[in-house]
């Protein structure tokens, strides 16, 4: 990311930075949100199965 910056930008080095910062602090946000949402469904997915375990400990199929 930064060479690809560079690239495109070889004077403005204020530039660059500022570019990078910004999107690196907002790529660094909407991954921060995937990863408690998987976080949430990983949980809700372990719930769900506890229960369905003890559904079947208590009425075998």
Same mark, same amino acid.
């Given at each position: 990311?930064?060479? @690809? @910056?560079?690239?495109?930008? =070889?004077?403005?080095?204020?530039?660059?930075?500022?570019?990078?910062?910004? *999107?690196?602090?907002?790529?660094?946000? %909407? *991954?921060?949100?995937?990863? &408690?949402?998987? %976080?949430?469904?990983?949980? &809700?997915? *372990? /719930?769900? &199965?506890?229960?369905?375990? /003890?559904?079947?400990?208590?009425? =075998?199929?």
């Amino acid at each position: 990311m930064r060479i @690809a @910056a560079r690239m495109v930008y =070889p004077t403005d080095s204020g530039y660059i930075f500022f570019y990078l910062t910004t *999107h690196l602090f907002f790529l660094a946000k %909407i *991954h921060r949100l995937c990863y &408690n949402k998987l %976080i949430i469904l990983a949980l &809700n997915v *372990h /719930k769900y &199965n506890v229960k369905q375990y /003890k559904l079947q400990e208590i009425a =075998p199929e």
